[in-house]
């Protein structure tokens, strides 16, 4: 992980370019590189992992369907990557002010990478990592344990938690609202929710995205999405302040970051961390449009491919000066109820 901001020194690099983001001068080249029987919580047994197998790609079996993108080794790769790159952008694992925490929950932990550094930085806390796929490592700290569960049924767990980390997640509920307010139902007062989201679809900072089928790919993503049951992108990660105060929340704080398409940026730092979403996001891109488009607009598997090529041409280019959205929500639950 990189190392920890200096005692004073602001966590917000990334957030405090967006206002002066320039681009880069392009060459001659413009393209850039609690166990409960009575729940739903779920043992890891045979069935688990009899995958889905749809256009080449590999998708969970528990709650077959639910989760639009694929979970086998090469998107594990890059949710690895992807964890990398937040390491860059926000410098710790959470931005929320923890202090001893004793229980922790990672809702969605993938390869279970965050939930093992987090456990690795809190030794006394016991950290749990939920996902619908046993993508998770076996050899981890004693103090983490990974379940397979459904964050969106009813939480069953024999206590409350510090915290509750949920990353990258915009897009993967039904009703937000309802997880919120679980996750609020299950905190300890005093404890902490924290969101770290992406937007979509991408801006610019000025007018290269316009007409673009980078442009195009963000709107029918959430399009194929909210046709699907479960919005994504800015349409969820901007209501996060709005729903955690309905469900109770307070002291709620933001912190807006950005992701380059590329590196096209000027400065250093942007530039290093849009080469690295370039990759991510080319390296994504077939998993993250296959099941949504196919599914959720009736393309072919043909139409989809033709379309990913148009559009990781327009991620290499340089002459686009895209960005994702990058918010980071996260509030306490009050100490004593109203």
Same mark, same amino acid.
């Given at each position: 992980?990189?190392?920890?901001?200096?005692?004073?020194?602001?966590?917000?690099?990334?957030?405090?370019?967006?206002?002066?983001?320039?681009?880069?001068?392009?060459?001659?080249?413009?393209?850039?590189?609690?166990?409960?029987?009575?729940?739903?919580?779920?043992?890891?047994?045979?069935?688990?992992?009899?995958?889905?197998?749809?256009?080449?790609?590999?998708?969970?079996?528990?709650?077959?369907?639910?989760?639009?993108?694929?979970?086998?080794?090469?998107?594990?790769?890059?949710?690895?990557?992807?964890?990398?790159?937040?390491?860059?952008?926000?410098?710790?694992?959470?931005?929320?002010?923890?202090?001893?925490?004793?229980?922790?929950?990672?809702?969605?932990?993938?390869?279970?990478?965050?939930?093992?550094?987090?456990?690795?930085?809190?030794?006394?806390?016991?950290?749990?990592?939920?996902?619908?796929?046993?993508?998770?490592?076996?050899?981890? $700290?004693?103090? @983490?344990?990974?379940?397979?569960? %459904?964050?969106? &049924?009813?939480?069953? !767990?024999?206590?409350?938690? =510090? *915290?509750?980390?949920?990353?990258?997640?915009?897009?993967?509920?039904?009703? $937000?609202?309802? @997880?919120?307010?679980?996750?609020? %139902?299950?905190? &300890?007062?005093?404890? !902490?929710?924290?969101?770290? =989201? *992406?937007?979509?679809?991408?801006?610019?900072?000025?007018?290269?995205?316009?007409?673009?089928? @980078?442009?195009?790919?963000?709107?029918?993503?959430? &399009?194929?999405?909210?046709?699907?049951?479960?919005?994504?992108?800015?349409?969820?990660?901007?209501?996060?302040?709005?729903?955690?105060?309905?469900?109770?929340?307070?002291?709620?704080?933001?912190?807006?970051?950005?992701?380059?398409?590329?590196?096209?940026?000027?400065?250093?730092?942007?530039?290093?961390?849009?080469?690295?979403?370039?990759?991510?996001?080319?390296?994504?891109?077939?998993?993250?449009?296959?099941?949504?488009?196919?599914?959720?607009?009736?393309?072919?598997?043909?139409?989809?491919?033709?379309?990913?090529?148009?559009?990781?041409?327009?991620?290499?280019?340089?002459?686009?000066?895209?960005?994702?959205?990058?918010?980071?929500?996260?509030?306490?639950?009050?100490?004593?109820?109203?």
């Amino acid at each position: 992980m990189a190392d920890e901001p200096a005692e004073g020194e602001s966590i917000s690099l990334n957030h405090a370019r967006e206002q002066t983001l320039e681009a880069d001068s392009l060459s001659d080249n413009d393209s850039a590189l609690g166990d409960d029987t009575q729940s739903t919580t779920t043992s890891l047994s045979e069935s688990i992992y009899n995958y889905r197998q749809e256009h080449g790609r590999t998708y969970h079996s528990y709650k077959d369907g639910q989760y639009v993108f694929p979970n086998d080794e090469r998107e594990q790769d890059r949710l690895d990557l992807q964890h990398h790159m937040c390491n860059l952008t926000y410098r710790r694992l959470h931005l929320a002010p923890l202090e001893k925490p004793r229980h922790a929950l990672d809702i969605g932990t993938g390869t279970g990478i965050w939930a093992m550094d987090f456990a690795d930085q809190y030794p006394e806390c016991q950290v749990i990592g939920i996902d619908l796929s046993p993508s998770q490592p076996t050899f981890v $700290p004693p103090n @983490l344990k990974y379940i397979i569960d %459904d964050a969106e &049924e009813l939480w069953v !767990y024999d206590h409350r938690f =510090d *915290y509750v980390h949920c990353r990258l997640m915009a897009g993967c509920f039904a009703d $937000p609202e309802k @997880l919120i307010q679980q996750a609020f %139902d299950n905190l &300890e007062p005093g404890g !902490y929710l924290e969101f770290q =989201d *992406y937007g979509l679809p991408c801006r610019s900072v000025d007018n290269t995205l316009d007409g673009t089928s @980078l442009e195009k790919w963000g709107i029918l993503m959430c &399009e194929a999405a909210r046709k699907l049951g479960r919005p994504m992108g800015t349409e969820v990660s901007e209501k996060y302040r709005e729903w955690m105060e309905a469900a109770g929340f307070v002291n709620i704080e933001e912190q807006h970051f950005m992701w380059p398409s590329n590196a096209w940026p000027k400065d250093k730092y942007m530039k290093e961390l849009g080469n690295w979403n370039m990759i991510n996001i080319l390296e994504g891109l077939e998993g993250f449009c296959l099941a949504l488009m196919t599914r959720g607009l009736g393309w072919t598997k043909e139409e989809v491919d033709v379309f990913v090529a148009k559009v990781s041409a327009d991620v290499k280019n340089r002459g686009i000066h895209a960005y994702y959205p990058m918010p980071v929500v996260w509030g306490r639950k009050p100490l004593t109820a109203n």
